[in-house]
C-alpha cells in the first residue's frame, strides 16, 4: 500500500495562487508516477498532470500548461502541484494519485493504484 495525504487546498480569489501537496507513505519503491487529478461538481474526475517518481519526466494538460507546474520532493516523498492565475474553472476537489504501471504520463483515472482523499480547491470571482 502507498497511502497518500493532499493538502494546501483552500478558497483563493480568481488570479491567485495555491499549492497543493501530497505526502506520500508506505512501498514507494512501487511507484513509477505520480498524478493529480480534479473533480467538478457533477463532471467526471479529469487528468490534471503527472510526473516520474524520479522526477525525470513531466505532463500537463493544455488547459492548466502554463499556470500548473508539478514537482516532486523525493527526500520528503512529497509531490507539489504549483498552481498560478487561478480560474473560476480551476474550482475543483483535487486528487493525488499513484500508479506501478510503466508508461505514457497523460495518466488515465483507472490506471492509478493509490488515491488520496482529495482536497476542495475554490476560485472565486
Known amino acids: 500500500q502507498v497511502p497518500l495525504i493532499e493538502s494546501g487546498g483552500g478558497l483563493v480569489q480568481a488570479g491567485g495562487s495555491l499549492r497543493l501537496s501530497c505526502a506520500a507513505s508506505?512501498?514507494?519503491?512501487?511507484?513509477?508516477?505520480m498524478g493529480w487529478f480534479r473533480q467538478a461538481p457533477g463532471k467526471e474526475r479529469e487528468f490534471v498532470a503527472a510526473?516520474?517518481?524520479?522526477?525525470?519526466?513531466?505532463y500537463v494538460v493544455d488547459s492548466v500548461k502554463g499556470r500548473f507546474t508539478i514537482s516532486i520532493d523525493n527526500a520528503k516523498d512529497t509531490v507539489y502541484l504549483q498552481m498560478n492565475s487561478l480560474k473560476s474553472e480551476d474550482t475543483a476537489v483535487y486528487y493525488c494519485?499513484?500508479?506501478?504501471?510503466?508508461?505514457?504520463?497523460?495518466?488515465?483515472?483507472?490506471?492509478?493504484?493509490?488515491w488520496g482523499q482529495g482536497t476542495q480547491v475554490t476560485v472565486s470571482t
Open positions: 508506505g512501498r514507494t519503491g512501487r511507484v513509477y508516477a
Open positions: 510526473i516520474t517518481w524520479s522526477g525525470g519526466r513531466t
Open positions: 494519485a499513484a500508479t506501478r504501471s510503466v508508461g505514457m504520463l497523460k495518466l488515465r483515472v483507472s490506471a492509478m493504484d493509490y
